[in-house]
């Protein structure tokens, strides 16, 4: 099932619905890139409250959208990760660094609103 | 005790698939909150490492009783080229080029017991069990 991509200003939503496939999540990470230069977005943020899985591959797959967004000129935040997924995601000996996180949708917002005022043209 | 699933994995959606069923099987074992995740996420890894390396097998679930105590078993088949090295296979990092090598050594650490038999050019079995705290 693919993700619903949402515009909000310069902000794009990727607000994941359900259960993603491997071939899901790569196009997820393609249609991003293409809409952070469509949009001409600044930020990005992956709601992933409705994974109840995030195994070696989603995780590997997050931290290329967000290495991608960045070279896109965009700053990606992953929102919402489930109590059991982050205890999963350690225990398989993964992590998410360099991937900024924030614990819900209303967190990501603030985070990128105060670094695109940090860092955006006056 | 003797409820058990088999499902066939020879393409992505056949992961997601496998880890919902073995998440459900393991709610009837007894298992609750991050057992269930950690169960799941390891079904996903076993699964993936079919697709990956061997294009299609399967993956069988169920119920497991042993000492008076509760759990699951999972049982990844495939008929692949089988690993030479299995040692190897299980070190973190390693890989042979298409993954980051975390998958079956995070799969051991998320399940109490990992055995994994393989023989190259016949295929890998791999049996996991996890028991109720």
Not at chain 1, 4 to 10: A, D, S, T, Y
Not at chain 2, 75 to 78: G, I, L, R
């Given at each position: 099932m693919p993700v619903?991509?949402?515009?909000?200003?310069?902000v794009l939503i990727a607000s994941i619905q359900a259960a993603l496939t491997d071939h899901d999540l790569l196009q997820l990470k393609d249609e991003l890139a293409d809409k952070i230069?469509?949009?001409r977005s600044r930020g990005v943020i992956i709601d992933v409250t409705a994974l109840d899985v995030m195994d070696s591959f989603a995780t590997r797959?997050?931290?290329g959208i967000a290495a991608t967004a960045r070279l896109r000129g965009a700053q990606a935040v992953v929102v919402g990760i489930q109590p059991d997924v982050a205890i999963a995601i350690v225990q398989l000996g993964l992590t998410l660094q360099g991937?900024?996180?924030?614990?819900?949708?209303?967190?990501?917002?603030?985070?990128?609103?105060?670094s695109m005022v940090k860092d955006g043209p006056q | 005790m003797t409820e058990q699933m088999r499902v066939a994995v020879s393409r992505d959606a056949d992961i997601v698939t496998a880890r919902q069923l073995g998440r459900e099987l393991a709610t009837k074992a007894g298992f609750s909150g991050s057992d269930l995740t950690l169960i799941a996420t390891a079904i996903s890894e076993v699964a993936r490492n079919i697709i990956s390396y061997a294009d299609n097998g399967e993956i069988?679930?169920?119920?497991?009783?042993?000492?008076g105590r509760r759990g699951v078993f999972v049982?990844?088949?495939?008929d692949g080229p089988g690993i030479p090295d299995i040692d190897q296979a299980m070190l973190d990092g390693f890989s042979t080029g298409k993954s980051l090598g975390l998958g079956l050594p995070g799969a051991r650490r998320l399940m109490d017991e990992f055995?994994?038999?393989s023989e190259?050019?016949?295929?890998?079995?791999?049996?996991?069990?996890k028991w109720c705290r």
């Open positions: 619903p991509i949402l515009k909000q200003g310069e230069g469509r949009f797959t997050l931290r991937v900024a996180t924030a614990l819900d949708l209303e967190e990501g917002f603030e985070m990128l609103r105060r | 069988l679930l169920g119920l497991a009783a042993r000492d049982v990844a088949q495939d055995e994994i038999e190259v050019g016949r295929g890998t079995t791999i049996t996991m069990r």
